[in-house]
């Protein structure tokens, strides 16, 4: 009997974070954390068997890296060289010989002699003074943790691993995870952890897959091989579902892809409301390969590329000439005529392997982002010299993240007086007078708006930092989503404040956080004047169609009349009824405000 048919369905509600459904099979993700545990051994023959078996992970881990190195080949930008060094970590007669040398003096397991070793070696690696060759024992330390799985047996698995075309479903995913289903036949995924804003989330718009996080438990109530449905739109996972469902979901699947391909027709059309004024829509990127989607669906600029995704999933830190190289695409993109390149905004939760970013305790208030690059000049450079290159490609312009004050713009603006100094005393072309805008992300830039505006030439609002700073909550926290309100009366203050000094001091205010891509938004967003927009791309037809059947006139009016509202319950409640009314054919009924 088939397995399925044992099973109960099973619904569960979540935080639907990309649209669109699928239906398939499902691929549980085992990710459990692998702990060295101390065993005394009582004798010789426990020894040899102790020895046997290191010596058979490291064949088996040599094996892995070689595989690697094969998939590697072909593929640009990875760094194969590392992987070389791994093997040769591996290969160092001397590292064998003392784990063995730690089995035997102290009678215990594989696993307990080689995290000695390891601390061994971090001792060793802690007295050089050279910063690079310090830094490699984190090398040593991949190379044992690839042991230490080999030797418990247990893989730890990565979603490159995974075969076919499934349903991932898992405890957690980093935005690394999600990158990587980009280039694997991954159909959707369902978590039990995570938020509406988290990168994960946005990675998984940007690779327009469905998904839905915060299921608590999903991991406990699916197995591999079960049938799954993931309805991103409506933020529902059903699993093992009856004929019948399966069949209501197909139906509105196709439903979905026929409004989204109607929506799609006029999606070049400019963005202007009935009564005149244009509102200047552009893409969020993560990826270069974006681009044509961007276009295709509407986008004619970039209005914010989060240049830290070139960080990630990388071994070393990327060159001037890789940043270069992704800006100039970007830039001189077929259909795109203006490029808003923010500079990395690492930390919170976005990692990278080798950035020299510590461990932090709370680490979306921690050094990232500006501060991060303040403290970090070198690194800073690197990237400003190639976005300056690029931008003698076409009109681009440069976005300062997590701006909290006027000191961290005069630190980054002399950065970027010194960096074109150099560039020029070089003959290298740039545009002199790329614009600086910043992202009003941090409650104290708000506050401080009008000292800010004198000293840049935008401002982009990054509602998804904003909302969390503002409310105090955690973005990627599936338990407080119920907070997270883009709609909340304080944020629509805090916007309408920002776009009005910003108006005064003659400076554009866009908005690039996940709330401008959210259509039952646009209304309010077009009332409060907002000059532009930008959003994941798979948005941007929708909104462009609602901009074009309003009028500034009567959205100002609908803003007006929320603004007198004391919660954001309400204020939800007046745009839904609002919404519902006036553009009945956008609105299905479980759409939810991100
Ligand atoms: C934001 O905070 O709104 C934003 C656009 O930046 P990110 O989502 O990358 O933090
Ligand atoms: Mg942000």
Redesign the pocket.
Known sequence: MDENELKATIALKGIGVSPGIVIGSAYVLNRQDIKETLYKLSGGGEVSREIKRFRKSLRNSRQELLDIKTDLKDRKGIGSLLVDVHIMILDDKTFARNVIKNIKDHCVNAEWALKMTLSQQREIFDRIEDDYLRERIKDVEYVGQRILINLSGKALERVSDIEGEVVVVARDLSPADTVQMSTRKILGFATDIGGK?S?TA?VAKSIAIPAVVGLEKITEEVNTGNVIIVDGTAGVVIVNPDPEVIKRYEDKKRHYLVMEEDMLKDAHLPAVTADGRSVGVGA?IEFVEEIPSAVFHGANGVG?Y?TEFIYINKEQLPTEEEHFSSYKKVIVGEGIKWATIRTF?LG?DKFVSDAGLAEEMNPVMGLRAIRFCLQEVELFKVQLRAILRASAYGNTGILL?MISGVKEIMDARNIIDEVKGELLSEGIPIDEDIKIGI?I?VPSAVIMAEQLAERVDFFS??????IQYVLAIDRVNERVTYLYKPLHPAILRMIRQVVDVGHSAGIKVAM???MAGDPLCTPILLGLELDGLSMTPLAIPRVKKIIRNSTVKESKELLEKVMTFPTAQEIEECVRDYMVQRFPEFCPVDWQIT
Do not use: V
Not at 461 to 466: A, V, W
């Open positions: 804003t990168h946005i969020n914010l989060r905004d919170g993240p992202m992300e609002i990054g509602t998804n930092d904003l690039c956080g996940e």
